[in-house]
C-alpha cells in the first residue's frame, strides 16, 4: 500500500518538477504581472494531497509544449470512486482564460470537497482539468502568451497546443457533459449559457438557485450582448471549449459565470456550489429517464 501512495505521489510532483523549473517563476517577461502567477503554488498542494491521501483521485498530464520560456503542460485530474458505478463522464474546465482565477479555486475545492465526502459522485467518471490556459494563468491575461483567446479556437483548426491538446481529450473520452467556468468583470451577478442537449437548461437553472445563497443572479435581460433570462443564456460565441459540432448523443454543456469583480473566494464557493448541484440533479435525471 505505501509503495503505491509513494509512487504516485512521486509521479504527481514530478509533473511539477519537470515542467515547471522554479526559477522560471521570476524570469521577466512583456505583459506580465508585477509578480507572475504561480503555477506550482497553485498545484502543489493539491497533487501533494491527491498524492499523500486520495483514493478517488489521481493527477496526470495530458501533454506538453515548449516556448521560449520553457515547457508548459495542461494538468489533468481524474475522479473515480468506483469503477463498477461510474457511468457518467463528465469534463470540467477552468482557467481557459488566464485572468479568471476562480474557477482554477473551485476546482482545487472540489478535489478536497469529493475527498472528504464519500458519498459523493459514486456515479461519475470525471476528468477536471484545472488550467487549460497555463501561459495566460501566469501572465494574469485573458489570452494565451501567443496573445489567442483560447475560447475562440475550438473544432477550427487552431494550432494552438493548448487547443490541440484538449481537442484530442475531447475526441478520446466522448462526455456525457460538459461544464466550463469563467468570470465576467462587467457581470454583478452570476449567470450561465446553455449548449447541447436540451435538459441542460434543467441543471444550469437549480445550479444558480443553489449558487444564489453566496452571489446574486444576474437577472438583467442582456448579458455580454445575449438575450437573457434569469442568468440563463441560450446562445452563444463560436469556437467556444465545447463538444465537437454534430456530436450525437448530444451532450449537456454549461458555462458558468461568476461575477469578476465580487470576493474571489465568493465567487469560487458559488462555483464550486453550482457544479455540485449539477451533478446532483444529472444523476437524478438520468435515473428518472432510465426508470421510463
Ligand atoms: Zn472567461
Redo the contacts with the bound molecule.
Sequence with gaps: MKTGFESSRTAALELLDVAVPPSHEWKLRRKTPLVPNSIRKLLRPLFEQIGQSSFAWRAESVGFWRTPEGRYWLPRLVFQRSRDQAQIRLAIFAG??GD?PAGVQALCELVRTLDSAPWLGRQYLIHVYPLCNPTGYEDGT?ESRAGKDL?REFWRGSLEPEVHLLEREILRSKYDGFISL???DSSEGLYGFVRGATLTEHLLRPALAAAEALLPVNETAEIDGFHAINGIIRSGYDGVLSAPPGTTPEPFEVILESPAAAPLYLQSASLLRALLEIMRHYRRLIAFAADL
Design positions: 481557459i482564460h479568471e485573458r475560447n469563467h468570470s465576467d
